[in-house]
């Protein structure tokens, strides 16, 4: 297995008013193509922070970050659009659909800020078709994401972050608001994905979810304290 | 992302917020129709002037006099002589020259009448059967073209008799020759053009004007020549006849005066189309404000978008054609109602208005550019957001 990602010495500090606040204190970390990596730890323990950082969401202010072999530390914006919009799928725990589009085009929207757009209108509906099948959500295509149920929008969420065929997915606390039925489909999901080898690093707080991790990070004090 | 899928992003938040987005257009919506509107009624009032100005002939042009000495008069300066209009034909160019008494195309002639010890300013003109409403005694017969009689107008004959009716059978001095009143006319309307003119025979004014001196000369150009070049050679030979007095020969062409109105009357217009675009102004921050409102209520989404790999100039892009749609298609709706307005307009006016192509299409540039304007400083704001504090609050 090849290491998809390598941090090394990575630094990150909020200013405060007068003073700094030390959030990730030396992250050295490798994640492996195929991993399920999940980070653990209590608020404040800065693991959505670092996983803004491992999506190119948020900034650090020294250390070297290497994505799938390349030293990504000095990325421009730009750049840093093209490889979450390429490598990356995002999910969140209060699912973030934009209300003002359909389910389908939720969906759809990752193929649409594509930088090389040569994908026709046929390809993109042939795609949402085939991700919303994955989530077993076909037939709601038209509806608009206020009509469905929570474990349902997140699995919307899941499919889009899909869509692009990613490396990787980066998902914050998942089924955080969920109940532990949907908790299942949503983590049922997650697995089946891993399984066809895809990359999942995910924030939880929640100790039962870790049977389905291959790697788990503790993080305390923005410090990693132990990896399982 | 492209440009189709950007408007169709657009025109999916702009449909979740109808009433809101059609709030906005409406300050824009008021200031292109009161424009358009007022840009119409000029136009119109334009076409108007030039329709009536068509029947002066467009290649006569009149040459006056003005002495160094303004003072002067021309009766005593004689800057014409009666043999000007035959020489002036030898000019290249002329088509025929004659003396004219006439101002800004209406042939007349003034005179002081009076009557014992009163005396008024007369206008007089030929009769040559005008329509006339004659109030008190008669209008002149044509076999009455040798004797010197008059009708005179309601306010001259007022001035002179107290009450018009006693003027019937009376004779007054006109220019020091005496006539016979025959006719009082009905006193004229408000705006009439010819109101307060007298009218005598022809023989007798052309008998009149041949005693007075000529003050300006009517010149014809023949077609195919420069007006001003034939002016130039008609003002050289005008010089050389008549090298002792001082002063110089000026061209008036008829033409230059509707111009010359034509040009107010656009002044007139862009001016208060201008005030009315302050209404525009105002829509346009009514733009800004919402525009600004947008970003923030919809953070969350841009957000969104930025993580699943949207670049700045897409956000930027996407709220910059909002707003452009929002006036924008204000713009076109305010076509529409200056359009219903100029229709209305028109039943009250004497004169339609007239809608121009070229208005219609500065509308719709001005509507673009004031949502590019006020529309660019949201949309940066939007792009410049951290998608982390975004998604997060």
New interface residues.
Partial sequence: MSNLIELANINKYYKLKDSKLHVLKDINLIIEQGDFVMIMGKSGSGKTTLL?LL?F??HFDNGKYEFNGKDVTHLS??ER??V???NL??I?QQF??????SIG?NVE??L???ES?DITKKERAHRVEKYLETVGLLHKEKQSPSQLSGGQQQRIAIA?ALI?NPYVILADEPTGALDSKTREEIMNILKKLNEENKTIIMVTHDNDLTKYASKVIHLKDGMITKVD | MSIINLIKTSVYSLKSHKLRVFLTMIGIIIGISSVISIMSVGNGLKVKMNESMADTDANKINITFQAENLEADLNLIEPFSKSDPYYLKNVEGVEKAEASQSMGGIDFTSGEGSYFDKTTFIMLQDYDDKETIVKYGRSLKKDENSKKLIMLDYTAAETLFKSPENAIGCGITVNGVIYEVVGVLEKPGAFSLTGGTSYISKDSSDAMNSETAISSLDVYIKAGYDKEKVFESINKKLIESHSNIKGEYKLQDPQATTKIFEQIIGYLTAFIALISGISLFVGGIGVMNIMYVSVTERKREIGIRRAIGAKPKSILLQFLIEAIMVTGLGGLLGILFGFIFCKIIGIFMPFPPVMSLSSVIGATAISVIIGIVFGIIPAINASKMDPIKAIYN
């Fill in positions: 803004n999506g969401l948020d914006e730009n659009s093209e979450r919009n390429s799928g995002f969140f973030h659909l934009i209300d003002s589009l085009q929207l990752p649409l800020y594509k757009s889009r692009n």
